[in-house]
Nanobody, 119 residues
Framework: QVQLVESGGGLVQAGGSLRLSCALS????????MGWFRQAPGKEREFAAA????????FYSDSAKGRFTISRDNAKTTVYLQMNSLKPEDTAIYYC????????????WGQGTQVSVSS
């Protein structure tokens, strides 16, 4: 049974940084393309960043580009999202996702971790 567990969320002031982690268990990390999505209050879940299982190519939303960095450590079966220059509009629940085909249709989701950015 594949499980994804996020950690690293919290409260930070605008301009600050956080690093989210997503630990995968029950399978091999390189099997999956991995991604981070977020859902702000009253809004739909949206894509933030992704990293391919083969080759490690990365993809970012326009809002994440230049501020967020996704990375993976296959040995530790963990994916990271380094978030810098955080803005109040980054406040959301951040979800980790794993996919064997398209990151926009994940096979697995984590439970989410709250990120709150104060102005």
């Amino acid at each position: 049974q594949v499980q994804l567990v996020e950690s690293g969320g919290g409260l930070v002031q605008a301009g600050g940084s956080l690093r989210l982690s997503c630990a995968l268990s029950g399978s091999t990390l390189r099997t999956y393309d991995m991604g981070w999505f977020r859902q702000a209050p009253g809004k739909e879940r949206e894509f933030a960043a992704a990293i391919s299982g083969r080759g490690g190519a990365t993809f970012y939303s326009d809002s994440a580009k230049g501020r967020f960095t996704i990375s993976r450590d296959n040995a530790k079966t963990t994916v990271y999202l380094q978030m810098n220059s955080l803005k109040p509009e980054d406040t959301a629940i951040y979800y980790c996702a794993a996919s064997t085909y398209s990151i926009y249709s994940p096979d697995y989701w984590g439970q989410g971790t709250q990120v709150s950015v104060s102005s």
